[in-house]
């Protein structure tokens, strides 16, 4: 007669060091224990790997947030992701998902001047070559990178935990504000699920100059006279164009802005920016480790954490990703 065995699911998660925190607290919310990676720095520069349980046959996560940290770039923590993906496929790991929360050189996507990279869908080739069977991330700059990798990709969103976080603090009228035209479709559908009213900033970048934005105008500016103005965006770099978004709308009779994004990213002038800045209050998640040299006193940080862990549990479990977010989470 034929052996008919039952296979026992094994979840595992490790992490690299980019992010360890946020990778504690996924695992918490999973009722795990984090995995041990062994990641040693050799002194040539070079990374080794060996994961600290057998794996074979196990649904492996493996999280890494691309961060550019004091102790390690951003070039850094994608190869460590990489080596971590090679070491659990050579050890026959069943299925192995890559959990970037931030995805790094998502930004270029596209060609915009001739000669250029398209370096998204190189980051997705490098993932693909390494092992992993699917990707899983935060907030995507752009949708279309979800086709750049030849698998599944669960493109989660921050809306949710924003959004829970502003109808809790916020009082009085407000309105939502995409800080640029690009940015419309987002804000349109966080104002529709708070039940309020929207509008868009219309900027122009300055190319003989870098990371200079001019906000120029706010399309449906009767409704931010008078209002609360919260300005939402998928990640905050230099603050270039949140600090002109901030001006404009203050300008046009704001009575305070909030910025909330899902990436804060705070690179080169950025935190001065802020200081500096008509912005009132800043809510970002920690999809990215924030140094303290870069917690401003407006700064508040929202956990990812739980629905990192959801996320997890439904791949894991065979289980729609997108009914976690009510099928919101494709824009």
């Given at each position: 007669m034929?052996?008919?065995?039952?296979?026992?699911r094994t979840l595992q998660v490790y992490s690299g060091r980019a992010h360890l925190p946020l990778a504690e607290?996924?695992?918490?919310?999973?009722?795990?224990?984090?995995?041990?990676?062994?990641?040693?720095d050799f002194p040539s520069g070079e990374l080794r790997c060996r994961l600290g349980n057998n794996v074979r046959g196990s649904d492996v996560f493996i999280l890494q947030t691309h961060a550019?940290?004091?102790?390690?770039s951003v070039n850094d923590a994608i190869?460590?992701?990489?080596?971590?993906?090679?070491?659990?496929?050579r050890a026959s790991a069943k299925r192995i998902t890559a959990?970037?929360?931030?995805?790094?050189?998502?930004?270029?996507?596209?060609?915009?001047?001739g000669r250029e990279p398209i370096t998204a869908k190189l980051v997705a080739d490098l993932f693909s070559a390494a092992g992993a069977d699917r990707l899983m991330s935060v907030d995507l700059h752009s949708s279309q990178i979800q086709g750049f990798f030849d698998g599944p990709v669960d493109h989660l969103t921050a809306s949710t935990v924003l959004l829970d976080h502003l109808k809790a603090t916020a009082t009085g009228d407000y309105v939502i504000v995409a800080p640029?035209?690009?940015?419309?479709?987002?804000?349109e559908q966080a104002a529709k699920r708070v039940g309020v009213d929207m509008a868009a900033v219309y900027k122009r970048r300055d190319k003989t100059v870098f990371s200079t934005v001019e906000a120029r105008g706010v399309m449906g500016e009767e409704v931010v006279a008078g209002k609360l103005c919260v300005v939402i965006d998928d990640m905050i770099d230099t603050a270039a164009t949140l600090c002109a978004a901030a001006d404009v709308l203050v300008d046009r009779g704001a009575t305070e802005?909030?910025?909330?994004?899902?990436?804060?990213?705070?690179?080169?002038?950025?935190?001065?920016r802020l200081k500096n800045s008509r912005i009132s209050k800043l809510v970002v998640t920690d999809t990215l480790p924030i140094p303290s040299e870069k917690q401003l006193d407006t700064l508040e940080v929202v956990s990812i954490a739980p629905l990192l862990a959801a996320a997890?549990?439904?791949?894991?479990?065979?289980?729609?990703?997108?009914?976690?977010?009510?099928?919101?989470?494709?824009?």
């Open positions: 034929p052996m008919e065995i039952t296979p026992k607290q996924v695992a918490r919310h999973l009722g795990i224990q984090l995995g041990e990676a062994n990641l040693v550019d940290a004091p102790d390690q190869m460590e992701q990489l080596v971590m993906i090679d070491a659990a496929k959990v970037m929360p931030y995805y790094g050189y998502a930004r270029q996507d596209r060609k915009s001047t640029d035209t690009g940015r419309t479709k987002v804000a802005v909030w910025a909330m994004a899902t990436h804060g990213v705070l690179s080169g002038p950025a935190v001065d997890i549990d439904a791949v894991f479990e065979d289980r729609s990703v997108s009914e976690i977010f009510g099928g919101n989470n494709q824009s």
